[in-house]
């Protein structure tokens, strides 16, 4: 019984199932003597001590998790993080103003120019519908706080009710002990702060909190079998899907672990009654997402969750027949013919589906999960983004930190004590790494199962060192006080002595988890990236507000019905805080249109000018950091600009702007480099500035080059406004001259 | 200047009016201050009354045009000369219509309220700030050029007065001068143009005269300012004001390069915007600066005993006719604006913005008061449009009732105090605090009733009935419990008899002893019969039940035991046995007494757990 785990201050079961623990506790408890007394004192039973410690340890680790993501509000304030966020930030403040039914019709024409975009049928509501019922509440409550506040808070609120859901999770896996430590764990946890941080206002704020709801919901309805907790699971899955497109990892993990279970021999009606109940009524109520609408009917990424459903069908029906025919051999005959026919039905419903268009094949996105090489090759515009790139080493460590070497432990504890539960865990936590590598930002889908894994691992050794602890401690206690050498208990005189060692290797391992959490968080998760700051020559802190200065002139010095071309990258921004029609943005739904601006971007002046007419643009923003050393600018990200362009329109052709395959911007680069537009509107006058001391003029500190181009004439463009760290420019498209 | 020659037109018409009473000016004096946007024209005139009747108004009058710019008017009588000045009165000014006149005048009646008798005279010192009376000439300007103004007026005070002797002196900024009228008796003195004097010009005489000259001076333009102050009575006045700005000066046109304007500011785009200072009253706090999406940074804050500056630069340099919007807010301590009078309170807060050099179109203050607060009364020291509304802030159930004052063309003139009495109960205070407190006190109630009401839909499903029986099983294990911890406990009084007994050696004392917790023991043994038979007969007790009863019979084997060697020793003390022996003999008892009482305890502990 090592693996035998109860919650170090033992633990308090519910009627309905006290009679599993009760029978299991008792090899052990008599060792458990001496803890209480000093809380004796208090005159609390051991039961109501128990709950008042782990209520109050739930209480601090609430409030831990929400003030762990305060750090970007300190140091700066109270504002909307990234580029996605303010999308949400914006449409949460129309839903707010207009209501639900005309935020569910909205057309919006200010994105996508001229195309514009149904938002209320292209986006998942469930996070600005959360927020805007907070504020709704809180209003009604006669708080007077602006709709931000609740966007920026958002996200660690949820964070903290995920650790609840953990809490009850683990308690559901394992005890409550691995409860305890999976909410405390996941509170701090990188790999979930990335995404959670106050201000970051984004989807998986709330997606993360409904994944492992509907998980734990759905876990608990197949160890209870009971259909209340199967209709709670699937309203969670509604919430999931109507909040994040990740909901299709769990319309795909719960049918492959059910299969798991067909196949182990673990069929129970438990399990009939969830996945039936869970799997019916979810996908019903997802349907009424509009952006997701037929899908799970209709498309190839959700079929296996509907196999599954027939497939347990032919379970029950051969288990009914199994309980009817009493003759074996007949009943193997019989299971042959019907899964056989079964297979074969399903196998020709899904070839006729897909021939006949009815069921969609894979997206690319999904290919590029299971293919990590997939997207490379096929859809430059997923490959572009740096969140999607496969994951390096080095981030899983900073990410997960021990967890990384406590989660094989937590495996191997999940395999000792083998049940339904502990199965899900184990297959969520094995799915979601390989997803993780896969793509850096699915590292949050796998935190959740990382930290509870590890949880285990945590909570069942450290139970056991303090059993051998404590069961050594008190017989010396007793015999110090009878005054006379104890019975038992000399036979391992080391066995204390190293389990206290080991203790401690524990503590000072969980403790060095959480400064390094906190380190994390603080150093590189607390960036809104919207405000940059950085160090100054006398250790002060210098800070870089050019996007603002930027989008706040487009804002109030250009006529209201201005289009403004940029990469994707800043639509979001550009139409949120500088409230003006752009071209694309970060919603990369129309491949065609964000080519043609990559192609308006690599062309030559003139070229781009005709493009730039018929796209009715008024002003070009481009990004640049060459006077202050910023990489992530627009020149740096050119390369994805000529791939996607050239990827629709031939013209293009990355060669071209290439040197023997290099990549660059000084006196040696390509020709066609060094007078395409985005070349141009960049380093346009920057040959004349002097950006560090003892460098020539025009030296891009970016990338460390001296520029190839100095003399940079503007023909149909003009500076429009640079912000003071030149940061961001903006270009007015000169009207067409008069013929006459 | 097509303009100018409309105004020679209806000059000629104007001549024709007639003379309105006996007043006559002796003597005019105008200084026109052109140093900043806001033009300020000071004129002192003095009034000879050589009509009999007493006179009780002096008229002024202004071209349309330039009294549609007109901010502020003042009149005060400059009793002694100089220095004297604090002994200044003001007089009423109030818009007039006097028959007869041309349209296309607009005239300001002074009141006198005592009158100007036959051959009196007075003099009166007239000051009147116009708003956006300079125009840029050129209208568009590029980058690299200076931004010029023009200034149009009269050389000849325009008065429905005959005016003996007068002189103009246009004051201008140190810079460039382009153009102006050269009319006779004309001097240029620095940047002083001077003009006059003239003598004995009928009423209605005007001569246009244009100045162009370069400014440089920001033309920060608010066209709309909104303060809000909002009172709390506990300890705070919270001043927000949301700016909108623009630039009023010529249009820029063309490029903006900031490499130019970074290399040489002063050159190009010497007349951007760069930063303006807001004058804050003393030991202002909290203050932020920001804008519609977020924090600005560009600020810096001083303060001293006297006053607080914040310099705040708009997020980006303002050129001509770009725009920008803003909001600043501070807290102010209460006590320094607040004040008691006959039974009322008041606010005494100024009344204008706190940045100088701002121009501003429409002005709005709200003042945001207390909930609760009644009996509200303004009084402003000029004219403006009241309204009043209702905010909701935090936890408010009524509403605060808002005070909106409003003024177009507002300048610096217009700092001044302004009052607003109304009536607060000092209890009304508490409100809020109150209202949260019982918000938590009813949630605690709320769970309270939560944890102890039987919320369960079905009261005979099987797994109900199962919670209802394991509740009645924990209460019994509970009692159960209870009564071996007596048990223990006169047990360890036991063991204290003994530990007299070697003391004091008073054998007859331990023996009664012994005897009452027999007695004890055995009156317990009788409470615990009921409660093991209700636990026999609970199905749910099935798990607990062996422990139960194995606990039991420990705890009467210990009981033995104890007796057992409480009688030993006993008899040893009264054989007179010594302490050595005695301890030989028990020894053997007080062994298995410790284990025995080890598992007691720890089956006792067992129990805790359940």
């Known amino acids: 019984m090592v693996g035998k785990a109860e919650p170090v201050n033992g633990s308090v079961k519910s009627g309905s199932n006290q009679s599993i623990p009760a029978t299991m506790q008792s090899p052990l408890k008599k060792s458990d003597l001496i803890p209480n007394l000093s809380l004796k004192t208090l005159k609390l039973k051991t039961k109501q001590q128990e709950l008042l410690i782990r209520v109050s340890i739930l209480c601090l680790v609430y409030v831990l998790a929400f003030i762990t993501r305060l750090f970007s509000v300190l140091r700066y304030e109270s504002m909307i993080h990234e580029f996605d966020p303010y999308f949400n930030y914006r449409t949460t403040l129309f839903l707010t103003e207009k209501g639900f039914y005309e935020f569910w019709n909205w057309f919006d024409s200010e994105s996508w120019y001229p195309l514009g975009r149904i938002i209320g049928g292209t986006l998942y509501p469930g996070l600005m519908v959360t927020a805007a019922i907070i504020y709704w509440l809180l209003r009604f409550l006669r708080f007077a706080i602006h709709i931000r506040e609740v966007c920026v808070l958002t996200a660690p609120f949820f964070a903290s009710n995920t650790t609840l859901v953990a809490y009850f999770f683990g308690k559901e896996v394992w005890d409550s002990g691995a409860g305890l430590v999976a909410a405390a764990l996941i509170a701090i946890c990188p790999g979930y702060i990335s995404r959670s941080v106050a201000g970051s206002y984004d989807n998986e704020g709330v997606a993360i909190f409904a994944l492992l709801l509907t998980f734990y919901l759905f876990v608990k309805a197949v160890n209870t079998g009971s259909l209340a907790w199967a209709l709670a699971s699937a309203f969670a899955y509604f919430y999931m899907v109507s909040a994040w497109g990740g909901y299709v990892f769990i319309i795909n993990l719960i049918p492959l672990y059910v299969l798991v279970l067909l196949i182990t021999g673990r069929y129970s009606m438990r399990l009939y009654v969830a996945y039936n109940s869970m799997y019916v009524l979810g996908m019903l109520l997802a349907m009424q997402i509009r952006f997701v609408g037929f899908q799970h009917v209709q498309s190839g990424e959700h079929m296996a969750a509907m196999g599954v459903f027939f497939l347990l069908q032919v379970f029950f029906f051969l288990d009914w027949v199994k309980h009817l025919l009493s003759d074996t051999k007949l009943f193997q005959a019989f299971l042959r013919i019907t899964v056989t026919t079964a297979i074969g039905v399903g196998a020709i419903a899904l070839g006729v589906g897909m021939a006949s268009g009815y069921i969609s094949p894979w997206t690319g996105r999904f290919y590029s999960l299971l293919d990590p090489t997939y997207a490379k090759d096929h859809i430059p515009i997923i490959a572009s983004v740096s969140e999607h790139q496969p994951t390096a080493w080095s981030s899983f460590m900073f990410d997960f930190h021990i967890l990384l070497f406590l989660f094989p432990a937590g495996l191997y504890f999940c395999f000792k004590r083998l049940s339904d539960a502990t199965i899900f865990i184990v297959m969520y936590g094995l799915t979601s790494m390989y997803f993780a590598g896969v793509m850096v930002r699915l590292i949050l889908v796998a935190t959740p199962a990382v930290c509870l894994i590890s949880a285990i691992a945590v909570s069942a050794t450290i139970k056991n060192l303090t059993l051998v602890a404590r069961a050594k401690s008190k017989v010396t206690q007793t015999g110090s006080v009878r005054g006379s050498s104890s019975s038992k208990g000399s036979s391992k005189p080391f066995q204390r002595n190293g389990a206290i060692a080991l203790l401690l290797g524990a503590f000072y391992l969980l403790s060095k988890y959480a400064t390094h959490c906190t380190w994390v968080t603080s150093e590189a998760y607390s960036s809104p990236s919207i405000v940059l700051a950085a160090r100054g020559a006398h250790g002060n802190r210098v800070i870089f507000d050019d996007y603002r200065e930027a989008y706040f002139w487009l804002r109030k010095n250009t006529p209201p019905d201005a289009k403004v071309m940029s990469w994707w990258d800043y639509g979001y921004q550009i139409t949120a805080m500088g409230n003006r029609t752009v071209i694309v943005d970060n919603n990369t739904w129309n491949n065609t249109h964000i080519a043609t601006v990559g192609r308006a971007m690599s062309s030559y002046e003139d070229e781009a000018y005709e493009i730039m007419r018929s796209l009715d643009v008024d002003y070009v923003l481009v990004v640049f950091g060459g006077v202050t050393g910023y990489s992530s600018d627009d020149i740096n990200k050119f390369l994805w600009m000529v791939r996607i362009g050239g990827g629709v329109f031939p013209v293009i052709k990355e060669p071209d702007y290439l040197v023997n395959g290099e990549y660059r911007v000084d006196k040696g680069a390509a020709p066609k480099m060094l007078n395409c537009l985005m070349y141009k509107l960049s380093y346009y006058r920057f040959g004349e500035l002097t950006t560090e001391y003892g460098k020539p003029p025009g030296y891009d500190r970016a990338r460390g080059v001296e520029i190839g181009n100095k003399d940079i004439k503007l023909e149909y463009l003009e500076e429009a406004f640079t912000t003071s760290n030149w940061i961001v420019r903006i270009y007015k498209v000169k009207p067409p001259n008069n013929r006459w | ?610």
């Open chain 2, 1 to 610: 200047m097509g303009f100018r020659f409309d105004l020679l037109m209806f000059m000629i018409v104007l001549l024709s009016v007639p003379v309105l009473s006996n007043l006559i000016l002796s003597n005019v004096d105008r200084r026109i201050d052109l140093t900043t946007q806001a033009v300020r024209i000071t004129s002192t005139l003095k009034v000879e009354n050589t009509g009999s009747d007493l006179v009780s108004e002096v008229l002024l009058a202004f071209p349309d045009d330039q009294a549609k710019h007109l901010a502020y008017l003042t009149a005060t009588n400059n009793e002694g000369k100089g220095k004297a000045k604090s002994s200044s009165v003001s007089f009423p000014v109030d818009v007039v219509r006097p028959k007869g006149m041309h349209p296309s005048l607009t005239f300001y009646s002074v009141s006198l309220p005592k009158g100007l008798g036959k051959g009196a005279s007075l003099t009166l010192d007239v000051l009147a700030v116009f708003a956006h009376a300079l125009q840029p000439f050129p209208e568009r300007i590029t980058q690299p050029d200076i931004q010029l103004v023009v200034f149009n007026e009269t050389a000849h005070y325009l008065s429905p007065y005959a005016v003996k002797v007068q002189s103009l002196t246009v004051k201008l900024p140190d810079a460039r001068i382009e153009s102006f009228s050269k009319i006779e008796n004309t001097k240029i003195h620095g940047s002083e143009v001077k003009y006059g004097p003239y003598e004995n010009l009928p009423p209605f005489s005007y001569s246009s005269i244009v100045v162009h000259f370069e400014a440089n001076q920001p033309f920060a333009i608010a066209q709309q300012l909104i303060r809000e102050i909002e009172i709390s009575h506990w300890g705070n006045v919270q001043v927000t004001e949301h700016y909108n700005l623009v630039h009023g000066g010529a249009q820029s046109k063309g490029e903006f390069s900031r490499l130019d304007y970074q290399a040489r500011p002063h050159v190009r785009g010497a007349s951007a915007i760069r930063h303006l200072v807001a004058k804050l009253p003393p030991r202002a706090h909290s203050i932020y600066y920001r804008d519609e999406i977020g924090n600005i940074s560009t600020s810096k804050l001083w303060g001293d005993p006297k006053k607080t500056e914040l310099v705040i630069e708009p997020r980006y340099p303002m050129f001509g006719g770009w725009r920008t919007a803003f909001t600043i807010g501070y807290g102010l301590p209460l006590q320094d604006f607040l004040f008691h009078s006959e039974g009322k309170r008041y606010l005494n807060i100024s009344f204008g913005s706190p940045i100088n050099e701002v121009v501003i179109d429409t002005l709005i203050v709200k003042v945001v008061l207390p909930e609760g607060s009644a009996d509200i009364s303004v009084s402003a020291p000029f004219p403006v449009k009241q309204g009043q509304e209702t905010k909701f802030s935090h936890l408010d159930v009524v509403g605060r009732p808002v005070i909106v004052l409003e003024k177009t063309n507002v300048v610096l003139e217009h700092n001044q105090h302004f009052q607003v009495y109304y009536k607060f109960s000092s209890l009304s205070m508490f409100g809020e605090p109150l209202m949260l407190i019982s918000g938590f006190f009813f949630l605690f109630v709320a769970c309270i009733i939560y944890m102890h009401a039987d919320l369960s839909i079905s009261k005979s499903s099987p797994s109900y009935l199962a919670k209802l029986q394991w509740d009645e099983v924990q209460a019994g294990v509970q009692q159960v419990r209870n009564i071996f911890d007596r048990c223990l406990t006169l047990h360890d009084k036991l063991e204290a008899s003994l530990r007299d007994l070697s003391r004091t050696g008073d054998v007859q004392a331990c023996k009664a002893s012994r005897k009452a917790v027999d007695g004890l023991l055995k009156d317990i043994s009788k409470d615990l019969k009921p409660l093991l038979l209700s636990l026999q007969s609970s199905p749910q007790a099935a798990q607990i039940l062996p422990k139960v009863e194995e606990l039991v019979a420990k705890e009467r084997d210990l009981q033995e035991k104890l007796m057992v060697k409480h009688s030993t020793v006993v008899d040893s003390y009264e054989k007179k046995l010594s302490g050595r022996e005695i301890e030989n003999r028990v020894a053997l008892q007080q062994q298995k007494i410790t284990a025995l009482r080890q598992e007691v305890d720890d089956l006792l502990d067992f129990i805790d757990e359940i």
